[in-house]
């Protein structure tokens, strides 16, 4: 919620959170740092630690300039556990969470949670309700058992739950894993449920620059659904399975799968664009320079003269340093490194792929993580994918909702209902209309005349 211009939650200025919690986080994992790692035990998962951060500092925490708070950190020494399972060093939990400013992201969802994205991509941190903080501590030695048998998982990744008190007020949040890398640009992103009621994004989730979609606009935009290949396919439908019953033993619904697309053609179409783009602003430049100040507008130039002009460019373009893009390649080499080295098991691919031992691709144009795919057009795909949003229990509240919303509406699309009913609509659109098998890639596919 923005007011006069400064974004708040619960009346509180994002900024004062932001600040306040990589204080917290800070101390959290300093004063972790002197207890000796251990066996995870049964009442690790139950407890928790409160912190108070007067401004003018204490003996444990230093001064600051934000107002008077308080940082509760939960289950502290499972969480430990976890990022250590997913091989998150403390010092690279520490670097991401606290050494540059968070980002706030807009967030489409309806629930009014806001996001906060670390500066290196790695981590998000949402703001919870008191229920789904509630759930999660209690799902917390589940959700470890499930991790310890099966570390290959599309589920969230959570690496810390929190408090922040501030003027007798809760803000809880959660620490998880990034699905979408921003250094690489996703042409669409969808939040998939199974469900076609209402899942059309807004109008004003259109209008924005980066928008999700849902379920009935990836209908449309993908009538034939995303080709994969043969064992991508099918690791993918089997981790999706897994999970799903994982999800329905603790009545957990409404949850998402995310799908960033980056469509690598249109990448490197864009990319040749933006360089014959440059190029001929260059080129404007010397002939302008040459021209003397009193030169044309180059705009007016005849289509021929156009033509001519980009002929030159192709070639000027091909000559290395000489696209604007260099620098940010070599900086997006230098992230995906780091978030290689940082989570471990994370990525989408590796997500899926537990028993195959698949040669990961060296490309250097090839973004690594993501998951190889087709468009029915065939054009070159990577997905990133996650499911999200998986701390609201039916068991919980959606008892009411359901008998509601089921008078209301067909039973069937009301994407609010029983857990295993969700799990397995779920699972059905996925395999069938959203992803589609096909021989392997060299071989052309025409899904038109299938
Ligand atoms: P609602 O309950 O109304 O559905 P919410 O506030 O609980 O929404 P989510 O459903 O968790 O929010 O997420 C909303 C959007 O935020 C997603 O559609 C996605 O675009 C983005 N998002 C959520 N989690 C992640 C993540 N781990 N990585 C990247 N983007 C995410
Ligand atoms: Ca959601
Ligand atoms: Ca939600």
């Known amino acids: 919620v923005a007011e006069g211009g400064e974004v708040t939650y619960k009346k509180i200025q994002s900024k004062q959170i932001m600040g306040s919690i990589q204080l917290g986080i800070q101390h959290t994992v300093g004063s972790l740092a002197s207890k000796p790692k251990r066996d995870l035990l049964m009442n690790d998962f139950w407890e928790m630690e409160t912190i108070s951060f007067p401004p003018d500092g204490s003996s444990i925490t230093p001064a600051?300039?934000?107002?008077?708070?308080?940082?509760?950190?939960?289950?502290?020494?499972?969480?430990?556990?976890?990022?250590?399972?997913?091989?998150?060093?403390?010092?690279?939990?520490?670097?991401?969470?606290?050494?540059?400013p968070l980002r706030e992201l807009s967030n489409p969802g309806a629930s009014g949670s806001i996001f906060y994205l670390t500066d290196d991509d790695e981590f998000i941190i949402k703001t919870v309700q008191k229920k789904e903080c509630e759930f999660l501590q209690k799902l917390l030695p589940g959700y470890y058992m499930n991790l310890s048998q099966n570390p290959r998982t599309l589920l969230p990744k959570f690496f810390g739950l929190y408090c922040f008190h501030y003027n007798s007020k809760n803000v809880r949040l959660v620490a998880m894993n990034n699905l979408l890398p921003s250094d690489i640009k996703m042409h669409a992103k969808y939040d998939l449920k199974g469900s076609s009621f209402r899942r059309k994004a807004s109008k004003a989730e259109r209008q924005k620059a980066s928008p999700t979609f849902k379920d009935l606009d990836f209908a449309e935009h993908h009538p034939n659904g995303i080709f994969l290949e043969t064992d991508k396919y099918n690791a993918l439908m089997r981790t999706i399975q897994r999970d799903c019953m994982v999800l329905e033993s603790f009545q957990i619904m409404d949850y998402s799968l995310l799908v960033g697309i980056h469509n690598l053609d249109l990448a490197a179409k864009e990319k040749r664009e933006e360089r014959i783009l440059n190029a001929r602003a260059k080129l404007q430049r010397k002939e302008s320079a040459a021209q003397g100040p009193s030169s044309l507008n180059p705009d007016d130039d005849a289509p021929e003269a156009d033509q001519n002009q980009l002929h030159t460019v192709a070639s000027y373009a091909s000559i290395p340093g000489t696209s604007a893009g260099t620098g940010g390649a070599a900086l997006n080499r230098t992230r995906s490194m780091n978030r290689q080295?940082?989570?471990?098991?994370?990525?989408?691919?590796?997500?899926?792929t537990a028993d195959m031992d698949m040669p990961l691709e060296e490309d250097e144009d090839v973004p690594s993580g993501g998951i190889p795919a087709r468009s029915e057009n065939d054009e070159r795909l990577i997905l990133y994918i996650g499911i999200i949003d998986i701390l609201q229990s039916y068991r919980l509240e959606k008892k009411l909702e359901h008998t509601f919303k089921s008078i209301l509406y067909n039973g069937d699309t009301v994407s609010v209902c029983r857990p295993s009913f969700y799990a397995k609509r779920f699972q059905d659109a996925m395999a069938k209309q959203v992803f589609k098998k096909t021989p392997t890639f060299p071989l052309k596919h025409s899904p038109s005349k299938r």
Request: glycine fraction near 2%; include cysteine; charge should be neutral.
């Open 64 to 100: 600051h300039h934000y107002s008077d708070f308080r940082f509760k950190v939960y289950a502290p020494i499972a969480f430990r556990y976890f990022r250590d399972l997913f091989g998150i060093a403390p010092d690279d939990f520490l670097m991401s969470m606290c050494a540059s």
């Open 341 to 352: 080295r940082l989570v471990a098991h994370s990525t989408a691919l590796e997500s899926i």
